[in-house]
DNA sequence: GGAAAGCGCCAC
DNA sequence: AAACGTGGCGCTTTCC
């Protein structure tokens, strides 16, 4: 059963059934969303599809009320797919928009989502309606008549069950987005302060270096003879011009071809700059709130960092997050996420993920036998007759159109050995080079490049030609890895044991999950993880012989991992 | 004085 | 060993 839904901006709203060709059921006004939709999906039997315009407008206070969903429709991430499908990526696809187009009308711009609007901004219970429909429209019509259509159109297509695959686990991962963005990933204040002082010394006044950064700047002017901001790569290229070693950037691999001095003091002071500047005391404060009551007594203060994911915000599919660099927590302050204290972290790692995929979809017998193994790459090494290393780079080669260097020697074996798996992805190539769209697995389909016949004529059209053949190859593979990923949070959301409230799944980059469980499901969490990673296979792949092996571990800290 | 470009590094 | 895909983001420099 799917039930339509729309809020008043006050708690309430207003729900519809929609029968599959029965007439749609009356509506149903609500003055309490929350316990509707709570009531309806504990109501026995299978949980409802939700069909709403947007995950993030409604769920976010769903979730802060206590409710979560199983299954939803989002509108606007579909309509968004299935725009896409047709290479109109840069069509607005807000239900608003959608609903336009069905009528004729002007299209409305989507709207802008500014930073926090997510879980992490203060509870404003249903915020003021943010539909792009024009004053005036029934928003429940509008949003069954889009939902209607866009059925539809997802019928219409060559591979419609491909689609509304693809359509349900976007959708899903919304909704995980949104209660991950609630939970938060735990964070101990105290123990990311603690890194930073060991590292860069104790927290300087705003404004002032810290003193280990200080001191390797005032190191770095000694040596070179006046003052030099290690922070100003112009400044950093003319003192090593100075010292007599020119370098055409400053980048960390040039300097470290080079022997002086300088040298070191610069690596090291790059090294600390940027962990003071991207994930210092700063960041700390910005994106890591303490847990109301979490600092009494003796035990730790417990935190919480709550990234902004933004689904579907990478063309591939991949997520993408606001504010915080959720996507890149470097290993250095890893240790500041801990468990709380009775509860484990269970961390799932999809391992060598893309070679796989590319395996399970272009059938090529050879690289299916190797990625049957738990180790595709030292079965490859086998194959090629070469280390693990050099097998490994030869085929990361062919999934990035790589050509120069190491790996030049090694593509020519690679496309005798696997030809259908070189054929995929070259084919994918070919196809960009021409200025074409390619599709992953389930359809999602790579942006339609711009002014195609101006990129062609300008000075640098072949360079810009290649790079387009390399995006469509990587996109085939990637994309298709990103839902894979999809469906198994989508899978896990519905095999993990309940949790108490801050429990469950907690963090998500692109191949790979962490959970906050209570110690004592752990065993039950462990198990559910594997449950997911065979049903995700199945779904996607039917019967083929690779396996997506995931290396599962439980502890209490994510540095451990 | 703020926006945007350029650089560089972090993650997968 | 070093130019090969997707991103976020902070700092400096340049532009208006």
């Known amino acids: 059963m799917r039930i339509a839904v729309v809020s008043d901006g006050d708690g309430g709203g ?66 968004a797919l299935l725009l896409g499908y047709r290479a109109r990526h840069t069509e607005p696809h807000s239900l608003g928009a959608a609903w336009a187009r069905l009528h004729d009308l002007p299209v409305p711009d989507d709207p802008v ?26 928003r429940l019509d509008a949003l069954v008549e889009v939902h209607a259509d866009q059925r539809g159109r997802i019928s219409g297509l060559p591979s419609p069950d491909r689609m509304a695959l693809l359509v349900a686990v976007e959708s899903a991962g919304a909704l995980a987005a949104v209660e991950m963005s609630h939970d938060g990933l735990p964070w101990r204040p105290e123990v990311h302060d603690r890194v930073l002082t060991e590292i860069l010394g104790p927290r300087p006044r705003s404004g002032q270096r810290p003193p280990v950064l200080a001191d390797l700047a005032a190191q770095i002017s000694e040596v070179v003879g006046h003052e030099v901001n290690p922070d100003s790569p112009a400044q950093v290229l003319r003192a090593m011009a100075w010292v007599g070693h020119p370098v055409a950037s400053t980048r960390s691999w040039v300097l470290e071809g080079v022997d002086h001095p300088l040298v070191p003091l610069l690596l090291r002071y790059k090294e600390l700059a940027r962990l003071y500047s991207a994930n210092g005391w700063a960041w700390l404060e910005t994106w890591v709130r303490e847990l109301p009551g979490g600092g009494t007594g003796d035990g730790p203060r417990l935190g919480r960092f709550r990234p902004d994911y933004v689904v579907g915000g990478v063309v591939s599919g991949r997520w993408a997050t606001r504010g915080g660099g959720a996507l890149q ?90 030809p259908h798996a070189l054929e995929y992805v070259d084919a994918a190539a070919r196809t960009g080079e021409g200025g074409g769209i390619v599709r992953s697995w389930l359809g999602r389909t790579s942006p339609a490049p711009g002014d195609w016949a101006a990129t062609v004529a300008a000075a640098d059209g072949d360079r810009r030609r290649r790079a387009h053949g390399r995006f469509t190859r990587n996109f085939v593979v990637q994309a298709t890895a990103a839902e894979w990923a999809l469906v198994l ?73």
Request: proline letters at 7%.
């Open 14 to 79: 207003w729900l519809r059934e929609l029968g599959d060709g029965t007439p749609p059921a009356p509506v149903r006004r609500v003055g309490d969303l929350a316990a509707a939709v709570r009531e309806a999906e504990h109501s026995g039997g299978q949980p409802p599809r939700w069909v709403w315009a947007d995950t993030e407008d409604l769920y976010p206070d769903l979730v802060r009320a206590g409710v979560r969903v199983s299954r939803c429709h989002d509108a606007s991430l579909t309509e």
């Open 113 to 138: 989502r500014p930073l926090g609007e997510g879980t992490a901004a203060q509870p404003a219970l249903f915020e003021a309606d943010r539909s792009t429909l024009p004053p005036g429209t029934d």
């Open 329 to 418: 927590i470097p290993r250095s302050v890893r240790s500041a996420v801990r468990a709380d204290p009775g509860w484990v972290l269970v961390r799932a790692d999809a391992g060598q993920l893309e070679p796989r995929v590319l395996a399970a979809v272009s059938g090529d017998g050879a690289l299916a036998a190797a990625a049957a193994e738990e180790d595709l790459y030292a079965r490859l090494a086998a194959h090629v007759g070469d280390d693990r290393e050099r097998a490994k780079i030869g085929l990361l080669a062919a999934m990035y159109g790589q050509t120069s260097g190491d790996a030049a020697p090694l593509l020519a074996t690679m496309r005798r050995l696997y």
């Open 489 to 561: 949070l989508a899978a896990l959301r519905q095999e993990l044991p309940e949790t108490p409230e801050g429990g469950g799944i907690v963090f998500f980059v692109h191949d790979e999950v962490v959970l906050h469980v209570p110690a004592d499901l752990a065993e039950e969490a462990v198990r559910a993880i594997d449950r997911a990673q065979t049903r995700t296979r199945r779904i996607l792949f039917g019967d083929t012989p690779v396996r997506f092996p995931l290396a599962v571990s439980v502890t209490d800290c994510y540095a451990d991992l």
